[in-house]
């Protein structure tokens, strides 16, 4: 769970780096000269900065100003020359096919957005699984422990009746078999307590686990096994697994991803059409002042415009990737149509398991009751010799039997409940568990 949590706490705002706006600095110089009479050479040095901002359309918008110089020279110093030119602009870049358009442009921020929400959505199965796993363990270690005392109970019957029965006077050979099938009876039960301490201690080490509990304490379950019913019907908890389980949302998000990709490749595969166009200002002067001052008060203009082709000779690698992008995307919808039927017939399944639990838990109960009668009835003729001892501890055996049954159908039932809200993706929600989103979470902190 901590490292599905991780993973939704990348900051969304990377999605976004792309139109952050680009400063772009650049600076040239050097030297030219001409040997022979007379003597020539010249020097120059430009500099520019800029600002270049990515627009969704796909093309970019950008402003910028350069200033430069040229200085000349001769064999003879009076005709140096030295000029400085300096500019200021604006540029625009367009593309009219391939990588144009906002679903291009915001191909990856949108996949970004995808991916983030699937994190949350696996985050959320993680947790699910997590919950469904500790409610489990919690009710079979509350199961467990009822059991421990059952078992602890029958034990101490068996032997308050030995010392019933060694009280009795004059002990007849009939006496001597029933105390050596008490005795009999009272070492197998303390077989089964031992065996009923162990699976309590194991089930505990599970439990403690789940929860992350490091120290070995002992853990003591209060509440039994919720026999909430829930009201709803088949048609109601179909519908409802089909709008929440995170499975089927993490497909439906990857399903989307793949048709974005599958129209964005298929639009890759025109050719580059670009239109371009740039404007401004320009101004010269002796000197780097004088030419900025030209700019502003006397200025020149210029500008140009052009369109470029880019006809790509069989385009392989562009249909290609979209052919692979065409088949990811059917492929994702078929997994998405098998995902779908296995969550109808598991739906299915869920309700008639709870319809097979709440029965047993009805049957178990009225044999329960049968079971006790007859043990109290088998109790008072045995000791009134009506009945052997041997036929007494059968039915106390049943009696335990009975006990553990309905017990057991009782966590059965839990379990079919909670199953079954897992399936329908609405286990947190009647467990209120609440995940907060990470912008929700740092407001609260």
């Given amino acids: 769970m901590r490292i599905r949590a991780i993973s939704i706490a990348i900051p969304r705002e990377r999605r976004w780096g792309i139109y952050n706006p680009i400063l772009v600095v650049s600076g040239t110089g050097g030297v030219a000269s001409v040997p022979g009479d007379p003597f020539f050479s010249s020097r120059y040095s430009t500099g520019s900065i800029g600002l270049t901002q990515y627009l969704p359309t796909g093309g970019y918008f950008s402003a910028s100003t350069q200033s430069g110089y040229t200085n000349a020279e001769v064999s003879n110093p009076d005709s140096s020359t030295s000029t400085w030119q300096s500019?200021?602009?604006?540029?625009?870049?367009?593309?009219?096919?391939?990588?144009?358009?906002?679903?291009?442009?915001?191909?990856?921020?949108?996949?970004?957005?995808?991916?983030l929400e699937d994190s949350r959505e696996r985050y959320r199965f993680t947790t699910t699984e997590t919950v469904l796993a500790v409610i489990t363990t919690y009710n079979h270690l509350y199961t467990l422990r009822q059991t421990l005392e059952t078992k602890?109970?029958?034990?101490?019957?068996?032997?308050?009746?030995?010392?019933?029965?060694?009280?009795?006077?004059?002990?007849?050979a009939l006496q001597k078999i029933e105390l050596a099938n008490t005795e009999y009876t009272i070492a197998q039960r303390l077989k089964d307590l031992v065996e009923a301490e162990r699976s309590v201690r194991d089930q505990e080490a599970s439990l403690r686990y789940l929860i992350g509990m490091a120290q070995k304490t002992q853990v003591i379950p209060v509440d039994p096994p919720a026999r909430e019913e829930p009201q709803t019907t088949e048609e109601q908890a179909v519908k409802s697994a089909l709008e929440y389980r995170s499975d089927l949302k993490q497909l439906r998000i990857t399903l989307k991803s793949s048709q974005l990709q599958e129209r964005v490749a298929d639009h890759q595969t025109l050719p580059e059409l670009t239109v371009s166009g740039s404007g401004g200002l320009t101004g010269t002067g002796t000197n780097f002042a004088e030419s900025y001052r030209k700019v502003a008060q006397k200025p020149g203009t210029y500008w140009s415009a052009?369109?470029?082709?880019?006809?790509?000779?069989?385009?392989?690698?562009?249909?290609n990737d979209y052919l692979k992008n065409k088949i990811r995307t059917e492929q994702v919808q078929n997994q998405i149509d098998a995902l779908v039927w296995k969550i109808r017939n598991d739906v299915e399944a869920d309700m008639r398991a709870l319809i097979s639990a709440r029965l047993q838990i009805q049957t178990t109960e009225k044999a329960l009751q049968y079971a006790e009668q007859r043990h109290d009835e088998y109790r008072n003729q045995t000791r009134a010799g009506a009945t052997?001892?041997?036929?007494?501890?059968?039915?106390e055996n049943d009696l335990i039997a009975a006990r553990n049954a309905h017990q057991n159908s009782t966590e059965a039932f839990a379990y079919a409940v909670s199953k079954l809200w897992r399936d329908t993706g609405e286990l947190l929600d009647h467990q209120g568990v609440r995940i907060t989103s990470p912008e929700q979470y740092k407001s609260n902190k």
């Fill in 152 to 172: 602890k109970g029958a034990l101490k019957a068996a032997q308050d009746f030995l010392d019933e029965l060694r009280k009795r006077p004059k002990p007849t």
């Fill in 87 to 115: 500019t200021a602009g604006l540029a625009l870049s367009q593309p009219l096919l391939k990588n144009a358009g906002k679903q291009t442009m915001e191909l990856n921020i949108t996949l970004a957005a995808n991916a």
């Fill in 388 to 395: 052997t001892v041997q036929d007494f501890i059968n039915a």
């Fill in 306 to 319: 052009g369109m470029q082709l880019n006809v790509p000779l069989g385009n392989t690698a562009a249909y």
